[in-house]
C-alpha cells in the first residue's frame, strides 16, 4: 500500500493527514512529549512543537499544521537505515490510530520491500550488508584507542571558566548586540573558549549588511589556539594525530538526543559554542579516528571520561543535560587505561591575552 513511500513522506503526508482530522486532547499532549515519542515512534524529538509564532523551529517541516484550533510543527526526524529505522513503528501507529486495513504482514513486507529497495545495484540485485565488529571487538579497539587519546588538563579548562565567569556579562552583552544568541557559547559555568561567529561576507546570502554576524561553528582556528598556546608554537598540529570533536555542535545530523537526556522541547538549537570547548576537543592518532565519529559506545567512553576529567571545572553542557549511561558496566571509562592529560595554567598567558583583545577588538567595530 505504501512501497512507493519514504518515512519521511509516510509521517509529512499520512501521518499529517490523521492528526489534522482532529485527535484526543490527551493524544495531542502524548505527541508533544518526548518520552512517549521515542517509545512510539523511535524518533528523538516531539512528534509535534507548538507554533509560538517564531517561524520554523530546527527538525521540523516548514508547514504547520492545525489541530484542535492549534498551531503546531510536525517533526521532520524520520529515519530509515540498519541501525535506526523509524518505519515500522511509524506504520504501527498509522495502522492503530488511521488505517485499521494494514495488516501485520503488509507491515513486515512494506518494511523489507523499502530496504531492499534501497540495497539493490542498477541490474536489481540485492546487496547484502557486511556484517558490522562484535561489542567484543569494539571493546578491545576502545581498550588500545584510549591509552593514546590525549585531553587538556582540568587546570586549563577551569581557567577558561573562570575567566568566563569573570567576563560573562561583558561577553554576553556583546554576543546579544550581534545578534548572537549567548546562551548557545555562555551557559553557566561554560568552559567555551570563542564565540564561533564570523562577519557575513559575499558568499553568505542570508545576512550581508556591513555588521552583520552569522554562526561559524567550522572555524578550525578557535580550538586549535587554544593548543598551541600551550605549546608555544606557531601552528600545532601533532604529527598523525588528529583533532577529535566529541559531542556534536552542529545542526545536521546532531545526536545530542541521542546521546543525552535533557527536559523535552528544551535545547532544540545545537549548542555552537561545544566547537571552541577545550573539554570537547582530543587528540587521537589519526589512524583511529572514525571510531570516534561512529562507534556509540566508544563515543559515550570518551564522554564520560571528559565528564570526569572536568566535573569540579565546569558544566560540559548546560546541567539540565545528563549523560546517557554505558551499554554495561565493563564500558565504564574506570576500566580503560588513559594518556595523561595535557597543559598548565602558566602557559596559557598568550592565549588570554589574545582572547580579550579579540573581543575588544571585534567589538569596537561593531561584528566581534
Known amino acids: 500500500m505504501f512501497e512507493d513511500y519514504s518515512v519521511g513522506q509516510l509521517a509529512n503526508q499520512k501521518l499529517r493527514e490523521i492528526i489534522e482530522k482532529g485527535i ?9 512529549n518526548r518520552d512517549y515519542c521515542k517509545t512510539n515512534f523511535g524518533v528523538n524529538f516531539p512528534v509535534l512543537l507548538k507554533d509560538e509564532g517564531n517561524g520554523k523551529p530546527n527538525r521540523y517541516y516548514a508547514q504547520p499544521l492545525s489541530v ?19 518505519r515500522p513503528h511509524l506504520l504501527r501507529w498509522l495502522k492503530d490510530h488511521g488505517i485499521p486495513e494494514i495488516t501485520e504482514e503488509e507491515i513486515n513486507q512494506l518494511v523489507v520491500s523499502n530496504i531492499q529497495r534501497n540495497t539493490r545495484n ?24 584510549t591509552k593514546y587519546t590525549h585531553f587538556l588538563s582540568p587546570e586549563v579548562v577551569h581557567a577558561i571558566t573562570e575567566d568566563n565567569n569573570t567576563k560573562q556579562a561583558h561577553y554576553k552583552a556583546i554576543l546579544s548586540e550581534a545578534g548572537i544568541d549567548p546562551e548557545l557559547y555562555l551557559w553557566e559555568n561554560s568552559p567555551c573558549a570563542f564565540p564561533g561567529v564570523k562577519r557575513a561576507d559575499g558568499g553568505d546570502k542570508e545576512r550581508q549588511n556591513d555588521n552583520a554576524l552569522i554562526i561559524d561553528p567550522d572555524g578550525n582556528f578557535y580550538p586549535l589556539y587554544i593548543w598551541k598556546s600551550i605549546f608555544k608554537l606557531h601552528s600545532f598540529q601533532p604529527d598523525r594525530y ?26 532544540q538549537k545545537p549548542l555552537c559554542g561545544l566547537f571552541s570547548c ?29 565528564f570526569d576529567l572536568y566535573k569540579d571545572c565546569c558544566n560540559i553542557v548546560p546541567a539540565d543535560m545528563h549523560l546517557r549511561k554505558p551499554i554495561s558496566e565493563r564500558w565504564h571509562f574506570s576500566n580503560f587505561e588513559w594518556a595523561e592529560p595535557i597543559g598548565k595554567v602558566e602557559d596559557m ?3 588570554f591575552k589574545y582572547r580579550n583583545s579579540y573581543f575588544e577588538k571585534k567589538n569596537r567595530k561593531g561584528h566581534i
Open 242 to 267: 588528529s583533532l577529535a570533536h566529541l559531542i556534536d555542535h552542529k545542526g545536521e545530523r546532531n545526536r545530542m538526543a541521542e546521546e543525552f537526556d535533557f527536559p523535552s522541547g528544551s535545547h
Open 278 to 306: 577545550p573539554t570537547n576537543a582530543a587528540y587521537v592518532p589519526s589512524a583511529l579516528m572514525r571510531p570516534t565519529d561512529f562507534n556509540g559506545s566508544l563515543r559515550n567512553l570518551l564522554f564520560q571520561k571528559v
Open 68 to 86: 484542535n484550533g492549534q498551531s503546531f510543527f510536525l517533526t521532520s526526524e524520520w529515519y530509515q537505515t540498519s541501525s535506526n529505522n523509524d
Open 122 to 145: 542498477k541490474k536489481g540485485e540485492v546487496w547484502s550488508p557486511w556484517e558490522q565488529p562484535t561489542e567484543d571487538e569494539s571493546y578491545e579497539l576502545a581498550k588500545t584507542i
Open 24 to 32: 484526543s486532547s490527551e493524544l495531542l499532549e502524548e505527541l508533544q
Open 349 to 351: 598567558k598568550g592565549f
